[in-house]
């Protein structure tokens, strides 16, 4: 039984991958699992692709450095370019088909095209496409229920942003249930 | 026990200084140690201490040499460019017996080179990257809670010997994130710091920080007692981590992340039948000399893998003594090793494809 999720998560500064990677880090912290997270960075951040590898594990995690992903979302099509090819036979390939022009060409994954920002758009605010995402990352992989990833969300939204809160859920179901 | 928290290493670092009673911070920015004065620029206010942005690393090293003088617990963190520049200011430390904590979340190099993750600022840390005769304890943490623990040994290690402690990192270290937990800091039982020039009130002798000496028996005399003190943290402060090694044919040897990434490698040869252990030195200065020693018995061969050229393989090598061959892997300029690259190495050895 493979107990170890390797997700890479890709696309352009500013689309909330970091943040979407913490969150299920977040996550599978409070679920008592072994995580890492392990962000791309440098100039590459500033409008360019940022991505970052989250690991959640039953046992110690080794390199946090993902070589061959189990799970990927890429926001992006430079993301789906450079990274399709890595994810492991089986894996999971998550795309914004929003965003991006092209379908997943590999047929020995699970490959879910989902117009995250156009679903994000319609229910208000385009920039939580990562929301949906993550919601459907954890409906197909099972990395955390929905009720932990909802009170991790309640612990790393800040203070200040609190009002975006139940928008953040939102999306998340969207995704779940989509 | 302490709630689990999410934290990058760099901001962990800055909170276990804290907490170990640091109360001066005094750096210059560079990627990837950033997070280290923002979170200080934060902190250090709340705490009534202080944070200071220097004008420069030189600036910063000579600001913490003075606050060590005076006593306080400081720290200063910079990466590998930035820790070049700092040299002759911890030489000065050094030569004044001051204490302090300097962090160094080591980038690619030489030169400005590059802001990705490396170990090739091992010789520089280990060896005496400035003048004169000395050694720095180097702690080599190799991950975010094991940076907590360490930091805040290292202000004990400093003022129990009063000398400079390095922490070790590399961008990688610094910018990931796990859950950490902070510990109630207990400390060591430590000697008054009767040296310190914290004003005589009139009612005693003044104290001098000073490394300049002229007369050349003077200068021997406090080197070789630096020395003494030194063999003292060789017997007492050596830390390693050994796995696997009792039955291992091909002993892999990493420090910091890459132990991680060796350790994952060491589970696939494993998984494939090919009997790998690991030894992981903590404390790259005092080395763990005798595991290797003992180890050499039993292993057929040693593999040192390094985010560089080659560095931390030559003291295995002094530590291994010529008793069984020792083999090297790395890359560098920022390249990370991958734990299948390692585990090709490991096969090149065992058929024999591979020379030391």
């Known amino acids: 039984m493979n107990c170890t999720h390797e997700i890479v998560m890709a696309g352009f500064g500013g689309q909330g991958i970091m943040f979407a990677g913490k969150l299920v880090s977040y996550a599978g912290m409070l679920a008592g699992k072994e995580i890492s997270w392990l962000p791309s960075y440098g100039p590459e951040m500033r409008g360019g692709t940022a991505n970052c590898h989250v690991i959640v594990s039953d046992e110690q995690i080794g390199s946090p450095i993902i070589t061959n992903p189990t799970a990927l979302i890429a926001m992006n099509r430079p993301s789906l370019d450079k990274f399709e090819d890595t994810v492991v036979p089986g894996g999971l390939i998550l795309t914004d088909s929003s965003l991006i022009n092209r379908s997943v060409k590999r047929k020995d994954v699970v490959a879910i095209e989902i117009p995250a920002t156009q679903h994000a758009i319609d229910l208000g605010e385009g920039k939580l496409a990562n929301m949906v995402l993550v919601g459907r990352l954890i409906r197909e992989t099972g990395i955390v229920s929905l009720d932990i990833l909802k009170e991790a969300l309640k612990k790393i939204v800040p203070a200040r942003k609190q009002e975006l809160l139940e928008m953040n859920i939102k999306m998340i179901e969207l995704g779940y249930n989509g | ?356």
């Open chain 2, 1 to 356: 026990m302490s709630e689990k928290v999410l934290m990058k290493g760099n901001e962990a670092v800055a909170e276990a200084a804290i907490q170990a009673g640091c109360r001066y911070f005094f750096g210059y920015p560079i990627t990837p140690q950033n997070e280290i004065p923002e979170y200080m620029a934060k902190r250090m206010p709340k705490v009534n201490g202080v944070y200071l942005q220097a004008e420069s690393e030189v600036a910063a090293i000579n600001m913490v040499y003075g606050a060590a003088g005076a006593g306080a617990r400081v720290m200063t963190s910079s990466s590998s460019p930035g820790i070049s520049l700092k040299q002759e200011g911890i030489s000065y430390l050094v030569g004044s017996d001051l204490p302090c904590v300097i962090v160094n979340m080591v980038r690619g190099g030489p030169g400005l080179g590059g802001i990705q993750p490396a170990q090739s600022d091992y010789f520089q840390a280990v060896k005496g990257g400035a003048h004169g005769d000395y050694y720095l304890v180097v702690l080599a943490p190799s991950s975010v809670q094991e940076a907590v623990d360490l930091t805040m040994e290292a202000f004990d290690i400093a003022d129990m010997y009063r000398t400079p402690v390095i922490i070790l990192g590399d961008g990688m270290l610094g910018q990931m994130m796990e859950p950490v937990q902070f510990h109630q800091y207990k400390g060591r039982n430590l000697p008054a710091k009767d040296w310190a020039t914290t004003g005589t009130n009139n009612s005693r002798k003044r104290n001098i920080i000073n490394s300049l000496f002229i007369d050349p028996q003077e200068l021997e005399n406090l080197n070789i007692e630096r020395f003494n003190r030194y063999k003292q943290i060789q017997e007492k402060e050596v830390k390693f981590e050994s796995v696997n090694c009792e039955d291992a044919d091909v002993v892999l040897v990493a420090y910091g992340t890459t132990a991680r990434v060796a350790k994952s490698a060491m589970s696939r040869a494993r998984a494939e039948g090919l009997k790998v252990g690991l030894i992981r030195p903590i404390t790259l200065w005092p080395f763990p000399v005798q595991v290797f020693q003992q180890v050499a018995r039993t292993a057929k061969a040693f593999l040192a893998v390094e985010m560089s050229m080659g560095q931390m393989v030559e003291d295995v090598r002094l530590a291994v003594n010529g008793l069984k061959p020792v083999y090297f892997y790395g890359r560098t300029g920022g390249m990370v090793l991958t734990p299948m690259a390692i585990v090709e190495e490991i096969k090149k050895i065992s058929g024999g494809e591979k020379n030391d």
